[in-house]
RNA sequence: GGCGGGGUAGCUCAGUUGGUUAGAGCGUCGGAAUCAUAAUCCGUAGGUCGUGGGUUCAAAUCCCUCCCCCGCUACCA
C-alpha cells in the first residue's frame, strides 16, 4: 500500500464560535501541513467536525430556553462556514450528534466491554425527585462547604476556587426544578484507563525524541503520577446513549465520544473505505493537530481505548503517530476570554479582512514552542511589510514591467537555471521543515525565497537592461516570471487565496504545479498575462485603530454584564449602626497552610481575642503585620475558611489585582475602640 | 499545593550532546537605486540570554534557590 497520512484536528466544541486562539493552535497549522502534503502529491486525509455533546451545551440550552440541538446546529452552520472562508481544506466536517456517530461510539463502548475493560461502580449521586433525573455536577448549585458561599456549583465554589463534590454542597439545590435534590445510589460505567499503564508507558516512550518534547513529558506526568479509571457515562439525555438493559438516562462522557468523532467523520466521508484510513499499517500515519490543553485525551486516554478495542484481534486502530500539539495564542497580550469580551472570532472579521492576511499573521506567530501573541499591529505590520511590500510588490513590479515592455506576454527567452535551482533547492529544506512540523520557521524561510526574487530583480537591473539589451532584459524578466511561478505554489500551503490569484495573473490554470516541481521553467513563450491586480492593500493606522478601539468597547461590555450588580439605594443610618466595626491589635500572624492568600490572625479586640482569616498574604507578610492596629467588622456571622474558623473580617482596600493596603487608624490608638 | 512548559535585542521569536565576537524577521538609523503598492536592495546600532548562587579551563545551554507568565490537576505523583 502507498505511504498515506490521515491528519485530523480536534474537534471544536460547538457552544460557540471558534476564536483566533483555535485558528493558531489547530486549524492553521493543520491546514498548512495538509496542502504542502496534497502539493507532494502525497494521499492524504483531513478530518475535522464538531464536538456536540457535554454539559456545557445542554445548560447553554437551558439559559436560552431552547434545545441543546438547536445550540449545536447553530455553532456546526457557523464554524464550519468560518472554516470554509478561511480556507481551512477539511474533506470532511461531521459532527458528533449525527446518527452514524452513535452507532460508531456505542459499537466502540460494546467492543470495549466484551473485552473487559469497562466497569461499572455504584456511587451516591444527586437526585432530582420533581425532574426525576440524576443531577450532574453543574445542574446543582448550593452552600459551598469551605467558605460558605451561597451559590457555589456541584463541581467547585468559583468563590473560594475549591473543587468539591456535589454530595458535599450544603443546602444542594437542583438548577432544574429549584427543588431539594436527595442523595440516591447511582450506576455509572468505568473504563480501565489503569489497566493500560505499561502499554502507554511503551507508546509514549516509543516516539521519546520523535515528538515535541512538551508532548512526551505531558503524556509522561500524567502516566507518572499512576491512571486511574475514569467514569465514562453521566445522567443526562443529550449524547450518546448507553447501549444496554437498564441504563435508562445515562449517555456517554463527551471525553469519551469525542475522540470516536474522527473514526466516524471517515466512515461517513468513505463508508466502504474507512478502514484504509484507520487498520493499523506501517505505512499509515495519523497526526492529531490539537492545542496543548488536549494533550492528555489524544496522548493517554484515546490510545488507551484503541488498545481496549485492538486487544481481541478482530481490528486493530491505528493509533497516533504524532501529536503536533500546539500551545497557545494570547491577544494583545491578554489571554483569550470569550466571558471578558477580550476574543477575535473569525465570522466577525472576514468581512473586513482577506482570510489570507489573517493566516499569514498566525503562521506567523504559530505558537509552537511557547504561547504566542496575536497583536492587530502585528496584523497590519505583516500585512504591509510583508505581504504587500514583499510578496505583493514582487508579483507587482515583474507583471508590470513585462506588461510595459514585452507587451503583457512572457518573454520568449531562456531563464536562469542556476537561480531556478536554487529556489528549488530552497524548497526542498522547506519541505523538510513542514515534514517536521516546524511550520512557522517554514513560512519564514518561504518569504526568504520572495526576498532573494527582489534582490534578482534589483541586482540585474531590467530597466536598464531593457535600453541597451533586449535580450538580456527578456531573461531577466522570464526568471522572474518563472520564479513567480514558483513562488504561488510555494505560498501556497499559507496562502491558498493570493497563490490562485496569482495563478490567474500569470494565466496558467491550477493544479498541474507540484512542490517538486515548481522551480522548473514551466511558462510558454509568448503566453499572454492576465490583468494585473493588486494582490494586497495597505492597512491604514486608522483601520487598525478602530479594531483595537472596537476590543476595548466588546471588553468593557462584557465587564459591566459580568460585574456584580451593586445596589445603588441609599441605606439609613440605622442600617450602618447594625455593622460594628472595632478596631484590633494583631498579636499573632501565620500563614495558612496550602493556600495562597490566607493568613491566619489572632487579634485582640479589647478584652477578647479573636482568630481572623483574612486573604491577604499576596501582600502582606505574617511578620509585616504583627503590631498593626486593624480594623475589623465585629459582628460578622464567623465562617470556616480552608477549614479554619475566622471570627470576624478586616478591612482592607481593595482593587481588581487583590488588596493593596489595610485599613489602619492614622494615629497610634488603643483596640477594641468602636469605627464611626 | 503538585506536575509540565516558558521567561534571549524596541516587538515577535530561533538557538542546549556546554566552546571562538549569542542569531532571524520586523521596527530604528544611514546609504544605493528608481522597474514597482515611496514598494526594493545594502549597511548600522541595539541584548549583564528572569533573579541569586553552584559545577567547569569554559554556561543562554548542566545543578540548586527565588520571582513572573501559561496549561494540566486536586487530600494528590
Not at 64 to 79: F, Q, S
Not at 392 to 411: E, I, M
Not at 507 to 525: E, F, M, Q, R, V
Not at 582 to 587: E, I, P, Q, R
Amino acid at each position: 500500500m502507498p505511504k498515506r497520512t490521515l491528519v485530523t484536528a480536534a474537534l471544536p466544541y460547538a457552544n460557540g464560535p471558534i476564536h483566533i486562539g483555535h485558528l493558531a493552535g489547530v486549524y492553521v497549522p493543520a491546514d498548512m501541513y495538509v496542502r504542502y502534503k496534497r502539493l507532494k502529491g502525497e494521499e492524504i486525509l483531513f478530518i475535522c467536525g464538531s464536538d456536540e455533546h457535554g454539559v456545557p451545551i445542554t445548560i447553554s440550552a437551558d439559559k436560552e430556553k431552547v434545545t441543546p440541538k438547536a445550540i449545536v446546529d447553530r455553532y456546526h452552520e457557523l464554524n464550519k462556514k468560518s472554516f470554509e472562508r478561511l480556507g481551512i481544506s477539511f474533506d470532511y466536517y461531521g459532527r458528533t450528534s449525527s446518527e452514524e456517530h452513535r452507532k460508531v461510539s456505542q459499537e466502540f463502548f460494546l467492543h470495549l466491554l466484551e473485552n473487559g475493560f469497562i466497569d461499572t461502580k455504584e456511587e451516591p449521586q444527586l437526585y432530582d425527585e420533581e425532574a426525576k433525573m440524576f443531577l450532574p455536577d453543574r445542574y446543582v448549585e448550593g452552600t459551598c462547604p469551605v467558605c460558605s458561599n451561597p451559590d457555589a456549583r456541584g463541581d467547585q465554589c468559583d468563590n473560594c476556587g475549591t473543587y468539591l463534590n456535589q454530595t458535599e454542597l450544603i443546602n444542594p439545590r437542583s438548577k432544574v426544578s429549584g427543588s431539594k435534590p436527595v442523595v440516591r445510589p447511582t450506576k455509572h460505567w468505568y473504563f480501565k484507563l489503569s489497566a493500560f499503564q505499561k502499554d502507554l508507558e511503551n507508546f509514549i516512550e516509543s516516539y521519546a525524541g520523535k515528538w515535541r518534547d512538551t508532548v512526551v513529558q505531558q503524556a509522561r506526568s500524567w502516566l507518572k503520577s499512576g491512571l486511574q479509571d475514569r467514569p465514562i457515562t453521566r445522567d443526562l439525555d443529550w449524547g450518546v446513549p448507553v447501549p444496554l438493559e437498564g441504563a435508562a438516562g445515562k449517555v456517554l462522557y463527551v471525553w469519551f465520544d469525542a475522540p470516536i468523532g474522527y473514526v466516524t467523520a471517515t466512515k461517513e466521508h468513505l463508508p466502504d473505505n474507512w478502514q484504509y484510513w484507520w487498520a493499523e499499517d506501517k505505512d499509515l500515519e495519523w497526526l492529531c493537530f490539537l492545542g496543548k490543553d488536549n494533550i492528555v485525551f489524544h496522548t493517554i486516554m484515546f490510545p488507551a481505548m484503541q488498545m481496549g478495542y485492538n486487544k481481541d484481534g478482530s481490528f486493530t486502530y491505528r493509533l497516533t503517530t504524532n501529536v503536533p500539539a500546539n500551545e497557545f495564542m494570547n491577544l494583545e497580550g491578554r489571554k483569550l476570554s470569550k466571558s471578558r469580551g477580550w476574543t477575535i472570532e473569525p465570522h466577525e472579521i472576514l468581512d473586513r479582512y482577506d482570510a489570507d492576511i489573517i493566516r499569514y499573521t498566525i503562521a506567523c506567530n504559530l505558537p509552537e514552542s511557547k504561547d504566542s501573541d496575536f497583536s492587530w499591529k502585528d496584523l497590519q505590520a505583516h500585512t504591509n511589510n510583508e505581504l504587500a511590500d514583499i510578496l505583493g510588490n514582487y508579483a507587482n513590479r515583474t507583471l508590470t514591467f513585462v506588461k510595459n515592455n514585452f507587451d503583457g506576454k512572457v518573454p520568449d527567452a531562456a531563464s536562469d537555471e542556476q537561480y531556478l535551482n536554487s529556489i528549488g533547492e530552497a524548497a526542498k529544506e522547506i519541505g523538510s521543515l513542514y515534514e517536521k512540523c516546524r511550520l512557522r520557521e517554514a513560512t519564514a524561510a518561504t518569504f526568504d525565497i520572495i526576498r532573494s526574487a527582489n534582490k534578482y530583480f534589483n541586482d540585474h537591473e531590467p530597466w536598464k537592461l531593457i535600453k541597451s539589451n533586449r535580450d538580456d532584459a527578456a531573461k531577466v524578466l522570464r526568471t522572474c516570471l518563472e520564479v513567480l511561478r514558483a513562488v504561488s505554489t510555494y505560498i501556497a500551503p499559507i496562502l491558498p487565496n493570493t497563490s490562485d490569484r496569482i495563478n490567474g495573473m500569470l494565466s496558467i490554470p491550477a493544479g498541474k504545479i507540484t512542490w517538486d516541481n515548481a522551480h522548473l521553467a514551466l511558462l510558454t513563450g509568448h503566453a499572454p498575462l492576465g490583468e494585473i491586480k493588486v494582490l494586497f492593500p495597505k492597512l491604514e493606522n486608522e483601520q487598525i485603530e478602530a479594531e483595537l478601539t472596537r476590543m476595548q468597547e466588546m471588553a468593557t461590555k462584557a465587564e459591566q454584564q459580568t460585574a456584580p450588580v451593586v445596589s445603588n439605594a441609599k441605606i439609613t443610618i440605622d442600617d450602618f449602626k447594625k455593622i460594628k466595626l472595632k478596631t484590633a491589635k494583631v498579636l499573632e500572624a501565620e500563614a495558612v497552610p496550602k493556600s495562597k492568600k490566607l493568613l491566619k490572625l489572632q487579634v485582640a479586640v479589647g478584652d477578647e481575642r479573636r482568630q481572623i482569616v483574612a486573604g491577604i498574604a499576596e501582600k502582606y507578610t505574617p511578620e509585616s503585620i504583627v503590631g498593626k492596629t486593624i480594623v475589623i467588622v465585629a459582628n460578622l456571622e464567623s465562617a470556616k475558611l480552608m477549614g479554619i474558623e475566622s471570627q470576624g473580617m478586616l478591612l482592607a482596600v481593595n482593587d481588581d489585582k487583590g488588596v493593596v493596603s489595610l485599613i489602619t487608624s492614622e494615629k497610634e490608638s488603643s483596640d477594641g475602640l468602636e469605627v464611626r
